[in-house]
């Protein structure tokens, strides 16, 4: 992973906004943002973390990486015959992976480098495993939505689409619950300095 000496607070790094082709209904769009963590001994590296984990205005969550996404969905009520049915049917999900970015002072170590860089790749692909488990939230989602075809009436079909939304909120909730619970939170992933 290249350090980006340049980006002494915090960088964005934004990913193009990715359509699923499977799903023409779901907009996809992903961001990587980092900031910078300063050291020149694994004491310094992990100090610079845990001073990250305490300060609310970087994580907000106490971690030194997180994932966030935000879920939504669009669509119009069509009143025909016989009902109502969803028009226009659009699911989106902005996700933005958090992580940390080593900037050394001068010379360091190659063991203390090898470290680093297997300990944030770690935590990349854990951060990358809550953004499928939202990615698959949304495609639930997108399907449940669809799969409520025609209701009685509009304010019905609302109903309806709100509790699909929140069913699957929980089942993201669930699932991310349990992903950090079996991987402890990256740490059984080598998310460790």
Known sequence: MPLIPACMEACLFVVAAVATPSDPGLRYTEQRETYAVQGINRRELRTA???AQAEAGTMGDGSVARTSQD???RYELEPVEGGCRLKDLAVSLDVTIHLPEWVPEGAVRKDLMDD???MRDALERHEEGHRDIALE???YLLAGLRDLGLQADCQ???REAQK???RAQLRYSVRDGAYEHRTQHGIAQGAVL
């Open 49 to 51: 973390l845990r001073r």
């Open 71 to 73: 879920l939504s969905m």
């Open 116 to 118: 680093w860089n297997r």
């Open 137 to 139: 939230s949304a495609r």
């Open 156 to 158: 019905s079909l609302r």
């Open 164 to 166: 699909v939304f929140f």
